[in-house]
């Protein structure tokens, strides 16, 4: 290409730092290679000959895609940093997956790695870092920083299709007296859980069913399995669908809520992170963007 853009074989050859032989036998090797005569050399010049004329556009595009190609590979082949892993409560795998697509529309792409963790898990992952940060509920791990703060409002309680609840066109708490309802094991205070297990164990005398409900749709199946009713929120009832389970609203439903927010560690803040941070608000702000 230089001896086609300088029309001389010598200053070519200082330019690649090369012998003017040496560059001489290379064009002469490749026009043996495509059986054409790509310059007309005389001993005082070098010109293009009309085959070269016709074949140098081609050439100019294929050192061009060559040179990109080389790029993009040195790009993709290069660690960028810009994947950051979020742990989130499987209630709301709408919103994590809304904030992944809105990371990979920015320039430059945050990849979003999403991991699907109860509270439990994604308290453990926080602590340990495995994770940058993680949507979950009330009560966030102490020490930790809490933003872009929602609320899911308990509204319906789960029943087995077969149970005789599951005609009811509305149930009170109150009706759950001798009854099992599904309890996490651990209720810390400030929980949605902790304010259930207080309303059910006063006069109506609900017996808690304790059990490992870090994953409401999970626990389901010991709703379908007869273990016990389980209090749901709306959402839940809006996003699944199972034969075996029926959702009955509460009478007074809405009134306990999830309270849930994105929880991460502001000592581990970087780039990445804050434009996650950035991303769950605005799609907060904006429930359909």
């Known amino acids: 290409m230089l001896v086609a853009q300088r029309l001389s074989f010598s200053r070519a050859a200082a330019e690649l730092g090369m012998s003017q032989p040496a560059v001489s036998q290379a064009i002469g090797r490749l ?30 595009s294929l050192l061009e895609q060559a040179a990109a190609f080389s790029v993009e590979a040195s790009r993709l082949a290069a660690p960028t940093g810009r994947t950051i892993r979020l742990a989130y409560c499987p209630l709301v795998g ?12 920015r320039s430059p792409v ?7 963790a109860g509270w439990s898990t994604a308290t453990a992952e926080l602590a340990q870092a495995t994770v940058s ?26 029943v087995p299709a077969s149970a005789p609840l ?13 009854r099992d309802v599904l309890m996490p094991r651990s209720r810390p205070p400030g929980g949605v859980w902790a304010q259930l297990a207080a309303q059910l164990l006063g006069p109506s005398g609900s017996r808690l069913a304790p059990d ?48 849930y927010a994105l929880v991460w560690c502001q000592d581990r803040a970087s780039a990445e992170l804050m434009a996650l941070v950035q991303a ?5 702000r904006t429930p359909r963007s």
């Open 133 to 158: 940060a993680a949507i979950m509920s009330r009560p966030f791990p102490p020490g930790l920083a809490t933003t872009a703060r929602f609320h899911v409002p308990i509204t319906h309680l789960a």
């Open 110 to 116: 945050i990849e979003l790695e999403l991991y699907a």
């Open 280 to 284: 769950v608000q605005e799609i907060l």
């Open 212 to 259: 490992t409900l870090d994953d409401l749709p999970g626990a389901l199946d010991l709703v379908a399995a007869g273990r016990g009713y389980l209090p749901v929120p709306r959402l839940l009832v809006e996003t699944v669908i199972r034969p075996d389970v029926r959702f009955v609203p509460l009478e007074d439903g809405g009134v306990v809520r999830m309270t």
């Open 31 to 60: 026009e043996r290679t495509l059986e054409l005569r790509l310059f007309e050399r005389t001993s005082r010049e070098v010109q293009l000959s009309d085959a070269g004329k016709v074949l140098l556009p081609y050439a100019e």
């Open 94 to 105: 709408g919103l994590a997956a809304r904030v992944a697509r809105r990371l990979s529309r």
């Open 166 to 178: 599951a005609t009811a066109s509305r149930v009170r708490l109150d009706q759950l007296a001798g």
